[in-house]
């Protein structure tokens, strides 16, 4: 099994978790949309809890947090929640299944801006159910152009006509074999055959989709893989940074 670091932190959350929402605008009105999803506002701790209980008394406990001015306001808002309740109605499900033991499920979130116009949210989904061994976090990110209202996938930030994913992978490979080669010494000793680089190009074992997790920051593209991950939190987890200085040749004009 794959292995991954949990590079946002569930902590506590894992076992018990409450459904959170972290406001990061206060023109945003985070408690309609804590309502609209079910959930109560707390203004001191600045959360949205859930809890669905089950029939035999356990309990799933959700937390998450976004941010709330992308979530409120522009082409982000009908995007984001969309997702927001998709992931509490993922959770919320109530079971009859006298085996069914506590659990919960974490949504957190880190914001990437390229000005003047790109925005970034990337979501780490941790969720841990019952008498697992180790949670699961499962990424998605959403790119905007807030200048011509629209979400972006990765191949929008490319010209048309260019072979933008082989180049990029070619930029990527070796910035993902540095970052395994730690992780293979530990493969090694658990008798696991070793990760390559390759497994992780465009349409490998480790990236079937594509590179369909990444951010744009102030000057770099940030690429993380795998999507889905399971294990020990103090693993490994790999996320490129590419200069978008590299790749200006490829990308249209307005993203350079």
């Not at 991954?4 to 985070?30: E, I, K, N, Y």
């Not at 992978?169 to 540095?178: C, E, G, K």
């Not at 102030?218 to 940074?241: C, F, K, N, W």
Request: proline letters at 7%.
């Amino acid at each position: 099994m794959w292995v991954a670091r949990f590079s946002l932190r569930a902590g506590s959350a894992f076992a018990v978790a409450v459904f959170a929402l972290l406001c990061s605008s206060a023109q945003a009105s985070p408690s309609d949309v804590c309502a609209q999803l079910g959930g109560s506002w707390s203004a001191g701790e600045r959360f949205c809890g859930k809890v669905v209980v089950n029939p035999n008394q356990t309990k799933t406990v959700l937390e998450a947090r976004y941010p709330a001015d992308l979530v409120e306001n522009g082409a982000s808002s009908p995007v984001l929640q969309k997702f927001l309740k998709e992931f509490i109605a993922r959770f919320s499900k109530v079971t009859d299944d006298p085996r069914a033991m506590d659990g919960g499920a974490s949504l957190r979130y880190r914001q990437f801006e390229r000005p003047p116009a790109l925005k970034s949210v990337l979501f780490s989904d941790i969720y841990y159910a019952g008498n697992a061994k180790y949670p699961v976090e499962e990424l998605t990110s959403f790119t905007f152009d807030t200048n011509k209202g629209r979400q972006l996938v990765l191949a929008d930030l490319f010209q048309s006509g260019t072979k933008a994913f082989p180049a990029l992978a070619d930029l990527v490979r070796p910035i993902v074999q540095s970052q395994l080669d730690p992780v293979n010494v530990v493969r090694a000793r658990e008798n696991q055959a070793a990760l390559t680089a390759d497994e992780f190009d465009p349409g490998g074992p480790l990236n079937p989709n594509s590179y369909p997790v990444f951010a744009v920051a102030a000057d770099e593209l940030l690429l993380y893989l795998p999507q889905v991950r399971s294990g020990e939190p103090g693993s490994t987890m790999i996320e490129a940074h590419v200069p978008l200085a590299s790749l200006k040749d490829l990308l249209r004009p307005e993203y350079r």
